[in-house]
């Protein structure tokens, strides 16, 4: 095996854990609940 098959085959190997690693974090993210509309409701009301 040469030494640009053996490189080519190190690169795919490396992209295909990137994007493996990159669904994962994706399909496993738990979303985070966000008030921020309440809360700058909350003290542009007190403010005024």
């Known amino acids: 095996m040469n030494f640009e098959t053996m490189m080519l085959r190190g690169l795919f190997g490396a992209c295909v854990l990137v994007c493996g ?3 994962a974090s994706i ?5 985070v609940p966000t008030q921020l509309a309440t809360t700058t409701v909350a003290t542009a009301t007190t403010a005024g």
Do not use: D, G
């Not at 399909?27 to 979303?31: D, E, F, R």
């Open 27 to 31: 399909v496993s993210a738990k979303p």
């Open 21 to 23: 690693l990159a669904l």
